[in-house]
């Protein structure tokens, strides 16, 4: 089990972009399966995209096209590129380690602090 932290949220404009980074400490993050997930007020917490150890990616279907998740293993972290952002997209925005990239509701460890993403129209 690595030990993540969410970083990188904040206050853009509709149609604008930011990034998320989620950095892990442990020797092994490198294989490890990470996902985000996001929350957004009065909603339950939903999977938005997930990265395998090898490079394989997995969207939610409501962020395809527009959200990305590359890592970089060297710097034991793994981010979440989002364009095209939506008033909608509002939500504080969490990393956890995943069992399967494929599976997003097997997880391992505990639930962050999170980072709060505010899109304004």
């Known amino acids: 089990q690595v030990q993540l932290v969410e970083s990188g949220g904040g206050l853009v404009q509709a149609g604008g972009s930011l990034r998320l980074s989620c950095a892990a400490s442990?020797?092994?993050?490198?294989?490890?399966?990470i996902g985000w997930y996001r929350q957004a007020p009065g909603n339950q917490r939903e999977w938005v995209a997930a990265i395998s150890g090898g490079g394989s990616t997995n969207y939610a279907d409501s962020v395809k096209g527009r959200f990305t998740i590359p890592r970089d293993n060297a710097k034991n972290t793994v981010y979440l590129q989002m364009n095209s952002l939506k008033p909608e997209d509002t939500a504080v925005y969490y990393c956890?380690?995943?069992?399967?990239?494929?599976?997003?509701?097997?997880?391992?460890?505990?639930w962050g602090q999170g980072t709060q993403v505010t899109i304004s129209s």
């Open positions: 956890r380690q995943m069992v399967s990239y494929t599976r997003p509701t097997i997880l391992v460890g505990s």
């Open positions: 442990g020797s092994t993050f490198n294989i490890k399966p």
